[in-house]
């Protein structure tokens, strides 16, 4: 069964997909079940590490904050661009946060978010260290902006990846 | 009649709004002043022609504009992408 | 341009569109001001972000509710579109974001921190030929 699909998900994903950018009809449904199932081989040859998800419930509660902080954000930095940056007292600035999380999978996760966000930019990461260079664009309190990281996003990240 | 009124003056903001957008990426792409910002220009200027084309199929209640949308937005994340190689390495394939 | 397709809509409908038209579009033309406008290109790599996150979200909101009225296709149809710019906005800007990085430490850039430069003393006329193409003059 793992042989012949190898990431289910991906596969289920990719039909559901091809069903909503055609019709719904039994050849698309063959065709597109077919496509899963080739497209589930190739991505198995290129041998991606498996996640290893421990529980989904900080996922979703993590989806929440997302969508509320970017929203906040985008009105923030809206304001921001509008007011030509408080009139000249904005301060953007170079962070560096120590990060704990070493599974890719939660790292990939985090660096979406944090570049999804308007005002804050995932610039690197370095593996060994666990040092993550960010750039914010309003800096009030960097300390604010680790601890916002750390106890915000981290901590669920750490919870649902293990 | 009035929320027609109302829906048409929307769109037609949506529309002169995205393309004031273009124009402002575009004068981005154009000035540069270096290489980044450039892409960054690009990189914006594909999605503002994307929603342009989304607003525009909802304006006239065709379904053609959405394929169209999604090949501007697949063309414009790989050239995003490749250009942003280009500039570590200097050079696509290594 | 006549108003007849866009009469057929129930004001219920008709509003709430209207209004995620106007507010993504907005957002949208905010973001290309910020990028016109704003002086650094670090400042710079956050206005995309307002055109992908917030406005787009809005103006697809809007084009469902339009579309679903209407009911010529299934409404989900834009969920597409919206997840496939949830993915592949972050993954070019943090490229873009890593690249500039990546040379302005090589280049030892005014626009970063000292600390943040790869040769430490990095005068620039004495600096090694970087591995690098020479980067362009303005």
Same mark, same amino acid.
């Given at each position: 069964?793992?042989?012949?699909?190898?990431?289910?998900?991906?596969?289920?994903?990719?039909?559901?997909?091809?069903l909503?950018?055609?019709?719904?009809?039994?050849?698309?449904?063959?065709?597109?079940?077919?496509?899963?199932?080739?497209i589930?081989?190739?991505?198995?040859?290129?041998?991606?590490?498996?996640?290893?998800?421990?529980?989904?419930?900080?996922?979703?509660?993590?989806?929440?904050?997302?969508?509320?902080d970017?929203?906040?954000?985008?009105?923030?930095?809206?304001?921001?661009?509008?007011?030509?940056?408080r009139?000249?007292?904005?301060?953007?600035?170079?962070?560096?946060?120590?990060?704990?999380?070493?599974?890719?999978?939660?790292l990939?996760?985090?660096?979406?978010?944090?570049?999804?966000?308007?005002?804050?930019?995932?610039?690197s990461?370095d593996?060994?260290?666990?040092?993550?260079?960010?750039?914010?664009?309003?800096?009030?309190?960097?300390?604010?902006?680790?601890?916002?990281?750390?106890?915000?996003?981290?901590?669920?990240?750490?919870?649902?990846?293990? | 009649?009035?929320?027609?009124?109302? &829906?048409? *003056?929307?769109? /037609?903001? !949506?529309?002169?709004?995205?393309?004031?957008?273009?124009?402002? @990426?575009?004068?981005?792409?154009?000035?540069?002043?270096?290489?980044?910002?450039?892409?960054?220009?690009?990189?914006?200027?594909?999605?503002?022609?994307? &929603?342009? *084309?989304?607003? /525009?199929? !909802?304006?006239?209640?065709?379904?053609?504009?959405?394929?169209? @949308?999604?090949?501007?937005?697949?063309?414009?994340?790989?050239?995003?992408?490749?250009?942003?190689?280009?500039?570590?390495?200097?050079?696509?394939?290594? | 341009?006549?108003?007849?397709?866009?009469?057929?809509?129930?004001?219920?409908?008709?509003?709430?569109?209207?209004?995620?038209?106007?507010?993504?579009?907005?957002?949208?033309l905010?973001?290309?001001?910020?990028?016109?406008?704003?002086?650094?290109?670090?400042?710079?790599?956050?206005?995309?972000?307002?055109?992908?996150?917030?406005g787009?979200?809005?103006?697809?909101?809007?084009?469902?509710?339009?579309?679903?009225?209407?009911?010529?296709?299934?409404?989900?149809?834009?969920?597409?579109?919206?997840?496939?710019?949830?993915?592949?906005?972050?993954?070019?800007?943090?490229?873009?974001?890593r690249?500039?990085?990546?040379?302005?430490?090589?280049?030892?850039?005014?626009?970063?921190?000292?600390?943040?430069?790869?040769?430490?003393?990095?005068?620039?006329?004495?600096?090694?030929?970087?591995?690098?193409?020479?980067?362009?003059?303005?």
């Open positions: 069964m793992i042989r012949l699909i190898p990431h289910p998900l991906l596969s289920l994903a990719l039909v559901f997909m091809w909503l950018l055609t019709s719904f009809s039994l050849g698309h449904l063959v065709l597109g079940a077919m496509l899963g199932l080739v589930g081989w190739i991505f198995r040859l290129l041998e991606p590490e498996r996640p290893k998800l421990r529980r989904i419930w900080p996922l979703v509660k993590l989806s929440g904050i997302v969508a509320l970017i929203l906040r954000s985008n009105i923030a930095v809206a304001r921001l661009i509008l007011t030509r940056g009139h000249g007292k904005r301060r953007s600035e170079f962070l560096e946060v120590p990060l704990e999380l070493k599974d890719p999978h939660a990939a996760l985090l660096a979406m978010i944090v570049t999804a966000t308007p005002g804050t930019a995932w610039l990461h593996m060994d260290s666990g040092i993550l260079i960010l750039h914010v664009f309003d800096l009030v309190e960097e300390d604010d902006w680790r601890t916002l990281i750390h106890n915000r996003y981290e901590t669920l990240l750490m919870e649902a990846f293990g | 009649m009035t929320t027609g009124l109302i &829906l048409w *003056l929307a769109l /037609t903001w !949506a529309q002169i709004a995205l393309a004031l957008a273009a124009c402002f @990426s575009c004068l981005r792409l154009f000035k540069g002043p270096r290489a980044q910002d450039r892409v960054i220009g690009l990189d914006t200027l594909y999605f503002c022609a994307m &929603l342009m *084309l989304v607003v /525009t199929g !909802a304006r006239l209640g065709t379904p053609f504009f959405y394929e169209a @949308s999604m090949v501007v937005g697949v063309v414009g994340f790989v050239a995003t992408v490749t250009a942003a190689k280009f500039l570590i390495r200097g050079e696509v394939i290594e | 341009m006549s108003t007849t397709y866009l009469e057929t809509f129930p004001w219920w409908i008709a509003l709430p569109a209207a209004f995620f038209m106007v507010v993504g579009s907005t957002l949208a905010l973001g290309t001001i910020g990028l016109w406008q704003l002086k650094s290109f670090y400042d710079r790599l956050h206005a995309p972000t307002l055109v992908s996150s917030w787009a979200a809005a103006i697809l909101i809007g084009s469902v509710l339009l579309f679903s009225w209407g009911g010529s296709r299934l409404v989900i149809h834009e969920l597409v579109i919206g997840v496939f710019l949830l993915v592949t906005t972050p993954i070019t800007l943090m490229m873009v974001g690249a500039a990085l990546y040379r302005d430490r090589v280049a030892g850039s005014r626009e970063l921190p000292e600390h943040l430069h790869l040769h430490e003393p990095a005068p620039p006329e004495a600096a090694p030929a970087a591995a690098l193409p020479e980067r362009k003059a303005d």
